[in-house]
């Protein structure tokens, strides 16, 4: 008989990770190398470490070790909040009847309010152990920004921010947790950068984009003595730590006898994305499993469901490497959205690949359903979702509504990576009934596309 599974599966202490899973070690087709904007090489390491931390830099590149071990400091950070919970979704279940059995992996359970903090607090403890001063990041949302700013102060580094200016003005009370932590931040574009002063005389009334304050934090930590930049998405070595999510995920379904048959995600730079799905990838790269891996992003900044796959710039400046990803060009300047943290313009070259290479899928959806979804799910779980978390969940009722339709009883895993509170304007607009949805037209993504690079890169 089948053991009882409960509302929420919790690890013991003892059964968190102890490394983390390094996807691309497991991919015959690597993802390809971030590349010098200038010389148009691969970025060695020693180029890297001067803008990262040099045990992040080394993590960048590292394509072989299948596992790298969680230092013990780090470790006892996650001991705060992790390992998190997994949660059997079964009142929304209920309220679907739906005869799916849906799960979800929870990373709102700690005061910055989403997954970051899982890397944020590996990149401050290797800037520490570095003798770093301090640290610079941009911040969409305000979500890294946070969990960096509490990393930061856990180990005593400086903390520059530069928010995103329409997220400043719409969010003040996250800037105000950032600088209850002791960062300093400042909304971007900015006048404190030469970036920031060149954009500003071009376009006077930008709400300003990560891309741009991606651009701006560099500038500042390439100025200032004992200072690194540090980035909260994108990066492999941010996949490479969120890949604590994906391990906790699967031991805590293995531990039931549970296999699903699809595992859903939100997808801005793919890092929660990247994280979630590592060990069950794993299983699928090698033929083992055959899951079905569904990204989810929104219809206003499709990067993967309408984005190109090649070399493109990372930021507004173009100060940093290029990376091989789906992109709707560095220049593509989304429509202003309530779910901040999935406006880049591009996607990990992790994901980008096994995307490129059908092993995963993609699928857009619009702002009010996606609000519809998350009020759906707030109603029955409890938990009030972040409006970035709530694309998973809705494509996860989707799916549910499909096994309704069809009697089919499948396993459906989404990650849950947030929660809302700072986003109440957002949910006035939708409780209002004055959330507009956003589809770029082929013209505006076209135009995007004119502001890749043109040199012919393969
Ligand atoms: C930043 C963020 C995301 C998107 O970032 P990824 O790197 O794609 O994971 C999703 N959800 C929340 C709550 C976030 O803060």
């Not at 006077?204 to 100025?223: M, R």
């Amino acid at each position: 008989m089948k053991t009882e599974i409960p509302y929420k599966i919790y690890l013991s202490e003892a059964e968190l990770p102890k490394e983390w899973l390094n996807l691309r070690a497991f991919m015959k087709d690597k993802p390809a190398p971030l590349l010098n904007p200038v010389t148009l090489k691969p970025m060695t390491e020693e180029e890297l470490a001067k803008v990262f931390c040099d045990e992040l830099a080394k993590q960048e590149i590292d394509d072989q070790s299948k596992y790298i071990a969680i230092p013990d400091e780090v470790r006892e950070f996650y001991k705060m909040y992790r390992p998190s919970p997994l949660i059997r979704a079964y009142c929304l279940e209920k309220a679907l009847g739906t005869p799916a059995e849906i799960y979800y992996k929870f990373e709102g359970n700690n005061t910055s309010g989403s997954h970051k903090l899982n890397s944020a607090i590996a990149q401050a403890y290797y800037a520490k152990e570095q003798g770093l001063r301090g640290v610079t990041t941009e911040t969409g949302a305000g979500q890294w920004g946070t969990a960096l700013s509490m990393a930061c102060s856990y180990f005593g580094l400086d903390c520059k921010v530069f928010m995103v200016k329409c997220s400043y003005e719409m969010k003040p009370f996250r800037r105000e947790v950032m600088r209850t932590y002791g960062a300093s931040v400042t909304p971007s574009p900015s006048i404190t950068t030469e970036v920031g002063r060149q954009i500003l005389r071009d376009y006077p009334d930008t709400n300003g984009s990560l891309g741009c304050a991606i651009s701006e934090a560099v500038e500042t930590a390439s100025g200032l003595e004992g200072y690194r930049y540090v980035l909260g998405s994108v990066l492999n070595q941010v996949l490479l730590h969120q890949s604590v999510i994906g391990l906790e995920a699967k031991t805590a379904l293995d531990k039931y006898g549970v296999k699903p048959d699809i595992i859903i995600g939100c997808a801005g730079g793919g890092s929660n994305l990247g994280g979630l799905i590592a060990p069950f990838m794993v299983e699928k790269l090698e033929g083992r499993e055959n899951y079905e891996f569904i990204a989810v992003e929104p219809s206003s900044c499709p990067t993967l469901t309408r984005g190109k796959y090649g070399y493109d710039y990372c930021d507004t400046g173009k100060v940093c490497p290029m990376a091989k990803m789906y992109t709707l060009g560095s220049g593509y300047m989304p429509a202003s959205s309530h779910a901040g943290g999935l406006r880049y313009h591009g996607m990990t070259s992790t994901l980008s690949e096994l995307y490129d290479k059908d092993y995963m899928s993609a699928r857009s959806v619009k702002q009010t359903e996606v609000f519809k979804a998350a009020e759906t799910f707030a109603r029955v779980e409890g938990i009030l979702p972040a409006p970035e978390s709530s694309h998973a969940i809705k494509v996860a009722i989707d799916e549910a509504l499909k096994c309704k339709e069809s009697g089919e009883k499948k396993v459906i895993l989404f990650g849950l990576t947030g929660t809302g509170y700072f986003d109440m304007t957002a949910y006035k607009a939708f409780n209002d009934g004055e959330m507009q949805d956003y589809v770029p037209t082929d013209e505006e993504i076209e135009k995007g596309f004119g502001t890749m690079p043109t040199v012919n890169l393969k």
